[in-house]
Nanobody, 114 residues
């Protein structure tokens, strides 16, 4: 059973930074993609950033230049460094990993105050 566990969420003032981490376990290594989605209150879940096993990366336009995704393939971990946070970044952030199917974490809350 694949499990994804996020950590690093919290409350931060606008302009601040947070780093999210996600650890995968359950017998699968070398996920094809690992990444992050988010869901803000009363909004649909949206892609934040995703990185392939080969290092190709996609960012949402709204976070390009402020957020950085990275992976540690040896440890099956993915990270999201979030800088210059804005109130609109407030959301629950979900870690994802794909290996034939897409797996989801339980989510980490990020709140950015103005």
């Amino acid at each position: 059973q694949v499990q994804l566990v996020e950590s690093g969420g919290g409350l931060v003032q606008a302009g601040g930074s947070l780093n999210l981490s996600c650890a995968a376990s359950g017998g699968i290594s070398s996920f094809n993609t690992m990444g992050w989605y988010r869901q803000a209150p009363r909004k649909q879940r949206e892609l934040v950033a995703v990185q392939s096993l080969g290092g190709n990366t996609i960012y949402a336009d709204s976070v390009e230049g402020r957020f950085t995704i990275s992976r540690d393939n040896a440890k099956d971990r993915v990270y999201l460094q979030m800088n210059s946070l804005e109130p609109d970044d407030t959301a629950v952030y979900y870690c994802t990993a794909t290996h034939g199917t897409m797996y989801w974490g339980q989510g980490a809350r990020v709140a950015v105050s103005s």
